[in-house]
């Protein structure tokens, strides 16, 4: 049996989780407000694009997103509806699904992508030395690396 963390632990958890909520709330308002574009819309955006070739399986997609598994279909549909994305059968599995970014997502992505980046200098990086921006990715490395629920594709190596 593992050792119960200390107070200390604990705290630094809670400022972690309160961070990640708080940075992702004040990322997702500057994106609506000004993109019209929500955060959770533009992080599927960005995943179908980095994908390289601008789809992804949704079981796939599901994993590399930070929004919810039970809620993806939902925000696909409505992703669908405004234009934004489309499904696609796959080809070598009937019962596979991809989405794909269509011409319209990838210029909302383009048009949100300078409002999430300051957002991120702004609310993240402005606040942390370069030292501390290190330190704190090669820590956040090992807890996704030591995690079995991360997909190896999502965990980039320690430089």
Not at 52 to 71: I, K, N, P, T, W
Not at 119 to 125: K, L, M, Q, T
Not at 139 to 149: E, F, I, P, R, S
Request: charged share 30%; proline share 3%.
């Amino acid at each position: 049996m593992t050792q119960r963390p200390d107070s200390a632990q604990l705290e630094t958890f809670g400022r972690f989780l309160r961070a990640h909520q708080q940075v992702s709330e004040l990322l997702n308002k500057s994106l609506v407000e000004e993109r019209g574009l929500s955060l959770p819309w533009y992080d599927v955006l960005l995943q179908l694009s980095a994908s390289g070739e601008d789809r992804l399986r949704l079981q796939e997609l599901a994993d590399r997103v930070l929004y919810s598994r039970s809620g993806l279909t939902r925000l696909i549909d409505r992703m669908e509806s405004a234009g934004l994305v489309s499904r696609e059968p796959c080809e070598d599995d009937r019962r596979g699904t991809y989405a794909v970014l269509t011409a319209e997502g990838k210029r909302a992505l383009r048009r949100a992508a300078p409002t999430h980046l300051r957002g991120i200098e702004e609310h993240f990086f402005s606040k942390l030395s370069a030292d501390e921006i290190k330190l704190l990715g090669e820590a956040m490395t090992k807890v996704l690396q030591g995690t079995a629920c991360v997909s190896e594709s999502r965990v980039p190596a320690a430089r």
